[in-house]
């Protein structure tokens, strides 16, 4: 018997599942990369009708009341089928700091409702190319500065962005379409876009300032990474059963290439590391949900992260090469997988990264 | 008799903890060799008086009739609190295999002979030509009169220096289809003329393995457990619990804690490099941690678990043996020197954890057997 929170995320699973298969699996993301990146409108409408953006937001502003746990399972089969919709984005970042910020106001509910997609602006680039202390100003209602690594900034029809008020932080919001605002686009691997943003006095709207902004957003950046550890998770688990399909019947030497030992046993790695990923990021997101301590939830959010990177890229760089000479041609799926595994992996923080923050997160709490 | 599965988890943990707590003796913890019987004699004795030798045998047996779940519980605080195991073959392989197969003349009289360690057992199962090809073994047993007559070699045989009866997979048909047929199993006593034990001196030194010769020896036919021949499929039925067990965390988490605790003395932390490394296996041993309440839950759900469960075991292994890796290498030039080595206030003793990680790759069925298995029946490939 599971316990009725399994049997939800059960279904909560399964439903999901079964939408992004009815709406073409990996093979409508193939189709809105080659026709020059960017999401599905229609997808968008389709994802917030099922509740999925609004997981982790509360039932009284409109969402599922649910928590990371469910947002990892929804997580995990965007990643199956590589669907290039924000959901990482909105659900960890954009909705992450507005439902710990501002709950009622009412981008929630239309973000929730698949109306607006809003992306997140909160790093910033540095003279030596690295991410580097925000410099981002607001002042008299308009924001000067720049942004960078903005997912989600193509297609998104405002910016939530992170800057320096006159008295401390403020996360306002700049629309896609404001004068004084210019994005370059940086194409990533997997066709997706992201921006760097640069405001000149652009007009925004302050909605939230003071302490609670760094705050919250920590806590989102949180959410989003661990999150997007989910997305990998189901990334590695779809790359794995594809390279598992194509070893059971390709045949050299007048057998299936998988009946080699050799191929078993690389198979069976593969496997294994993709259960223990399985296994460690599922019990980050249940144990953040009831974790409160921002601390403990960055450290298990680096586990989560470190674990996923690392078992994706095991898998998906493997997987070419047990596909041999056609994984590295763009008309089979796998390499779909390994570019989006690229992408989602520099995003947010590597596995070196977050196996540094880890462990300086665990002496500070041993040294406490 | 306490119904112990009727305990709430929580409750029966706390029972279980404060008996190891108050009755395991300190010099005994964390016991780095396999001890004789008389070195753990009286621990053995106080947990017979409390009749929890045998934790998993039902209560009808003597045993304590554990769920999986309350047995696991069982196993996690014995490993936590570095109580030795003892010298369990008796209750681990013989009892069931009794319990499973056995007639009732034989449970009477060898149960609660294993319970008391009035007989103390070794596992006779590998042989010089089977090893992960176990059911190449040569070793016969051939019906004389009211006896078999043993002949034959069998090695690995852990303790067999300090048992007094050994449970062996033997021969007994040697002209069958395949070769798991033909496969007895049978009990016989060690000390008698044609039974010649030799200890093997391993890579640190130890001499917990042995060779058992077999020169007509004698055993009574009374003592085949289970139908002739059908030696094999008993003993796959043994290893059923074993197989998660074998992968539990707590090789892999002790020695993590040991290289923690010797690295932070050393000063390995401030080579970035080495935090890395340290990370990478402390990471490897939570995510492991978390894979197998998986399967502990499912057990704990009263699923029988299936092929999958041989993937703890390989990563477990493997992890271990890192994590020793890199106990020497913080060592730096006292890599290769035997004995504790003093770090502030305690010594760690290096080369023993390295030594000790060695076999767990190759011991109850090597990581390339375990990934052989999980080639074929959980990921369905062919050959």
Redesign the interface.
């Known amino acids: 018997?599971?316990s009725s929170d399994q049997e939800d995320l059960r279904l909560l699973r399964e439903s999901a599942r079964i939408l992004f298969e009815r709406a073409g699996g990996s093979g409508r993301s193939r189709k809105l990369r080659d026709a020059g990146g960017g999401w599905d409108a229609a997808m968008i409408r389709e994802l917030a009708e099922a509740g999925v953006f609004g997981v982790t937001v509360p039932e009284e502003n409109g969402g599922l009341g649910m928590g990371l746990a469910a947002g990892g399972v929804i997580a995990e089969e965007v990643g199956r089928v590589i669907a290039p919709e924000p959901v990482v984005v909105t659900v960890g970042l954009s909705l992450g700091l507005l439902r710990r910020l501002c709950p009622d106001h009412e981008k929630v509910g239309q973000i929730v409702g698949g109306e607006t997609v809003l992306a997140v602006a909160w790093q910033e680039r540095g003279p030596n190319g690295g991410p580097a202390e925000a410099s981002c100003r607001y002042t008299d209602g308009k924001l000067t500065g720049g942004k960078a690594w903005v997912v989600g900034a193509d297609g998104a029809d405002g910016f939530l962005v992170l800057a320096e008020g006159d008295s401390g932080p403020v996360l306002v919001l700049a629309d896609a379409k404001a004068n004084m605002l210019s994005i370059k686009k940086k194409t990533q691997a997997d066709g997706s876009v992201m921006g760097e943003l640069s405001f000149s006095e652009t007009p925004a709207e302050q909605l939230a300032e003071g302490p609670a902004v760094q705050d919250a957003l920590t806590e989102a950046v949180n959410d989003a990474t661990a999150l997007a550890a989910a997305e990998l998770v189901g990334l590695s688990d779809r790359a794995f059963e594809i390279t598992?399909d194509y070893?059971?019947t390709r045949e050299q030497f007048d057998?299936?290439i998988?009946?080699?030992?050799v191929?078993?046993?690389r198979?069976?790695?593969l496997?294994?590391m993709r259960?223990?990923?399985q296994?460690?990021v599922?019990?980050v997101l249940a144990q953040m949900d009831h974790e409160t301590d921002p601390k403990t939830r960055a450290r298990l959010a680096s586990?989560a992260k470190?674990?996923a990177v690392s078992a994706a890229k095991k898998i998906t760089r493997d997987a070419i090469q047990l596909h041999g000479a056609v994984g590295y041609t763009d008309e089979f799926d796998i390499g779909l997988y390994l570019n989006r595994a690229l992408v989602l992996s520099a995003w947010l923080g590597d596995d070196?990264y977050h196996?540094?923050v880890?462990?300086d997160a665990?002496?500070e709490e041993g040294a406490a | 008799m306490t119904d112990w599965n009727a305990m709430s988890d929580a409750e029966f943990r706390k029972e279980v903890r404060q008996f190891f707590e108050a009755e395991y003796p300190e010099e005994l913890r964390h016991l780095p060799h396999r001890p004789k019987f008389a070195e753990i004699e009286h621990w053995h004795r106080k947990l017979h008086a409390k009749g929890w030798v045998a934790p998993a045998w039902p209560a009808e047996y003597g045993g304590m009739g554990l769920s999986a779940a309350k047995l696991l519980i069982f196993y996690e605080e014995q490993q936590r609190w570095g109580v030795n195991r003892g010298r369990d073959m008796g209750v681990q392989m013989v009892g069931p295999l009794i319990i499973k197969f056995g007639t009732q003349e034989q449970k009477d009289y060898w149960l609660p002979r294993i319970l008391s360690c009035e007989d103390i057992w070794c596992q006779g199962y590998s042989e010089p030509g089977a090893g992960s090809d176990l059911a190449n073994l040569r070793t016969r047993a051939e019906a004389d009169g009211d006896d078999f007559v043993i002949n034959g070699q069998k090695i690995w045989t852990t303790m067999a220096h300090d048992a007094t009866h050994i449970f062996m997979l033997v021969r007994t048909d040697p002209d069958t289809p395949r070769k798991q047929q033909g496969i007895s199993f049978l009990l016989a006593p060690m000390d008698q003329p044609g039974v010649d034990v030799r200890t093997i001196t391993t890579l640190s030194g130890e001499t917990e393995f042995c060779e058992v010769f077999f020169d007509n020896a004698r055993t009574p036919q009374k003592n085949l457990v289970g139908e002739l021949n059908k030696g094999w499929t008993m003993a796959k039925a043994l290893l059923s619990f074993e197989r998660i067990f074998i992968g539990s965390p707590s090789l892999a988490q002790n020695a993590l804690g040991q290289l923690e605790s010797f690295a932070r003395g050393r000063g390995a932390?401030d080579d970035?490099v080495f935090?890395?490394r340290?990370?990478?296996a402390?990471?490897?041993v939570?995510?492991?941690a978390?894979?197998y309440?998986?399967f502990a839950d499912q057990l704990k759900?009263g699923e029988t678990l299936g092929a999958?469960v041989s993937?703890l075991k390989?990563?477990v292994t493997e992890c271990f043996q890192r994590i020793t890796e890199l106990m020497i290498e913080a060592a730096g030039p006292d890599g290769g020197t035997i004995g504790p080595l003093q770090v502030g206030n305690v010594g760690v003793d290096v080369l023993s954890s390295f030594y000790k990680a060695r076999p767990t790759t190759i011991y109850g069925g090597s990581n390339?057997i375990q990934?052989?298995i999980?080639?074929?029946a959980?990921?369905?490939?062919?050959?």
Request: no cysteine; charged share 35%; aromatic share 8%.
């Open positions: 018997m599971l598992l070893i059971k057998k299936p998988g009946s080699f030992q191929i078993q046993h198979a069976v790695d496997h294994v259960e223990v990923a296994a460690g599922r019990e586990r470190a674990r070196a196996r540094r880890w462990f665990r002496e | 932390f970035p935090r890395d340290f990370a990478q402390a990471l490897d939570e995510d492991h978390a894979l309440s998986r759900r999958d993937m390989i990563w390339e990934r052989n999980l080639s074929k959980v990921l369905g490939l062919p050959g």
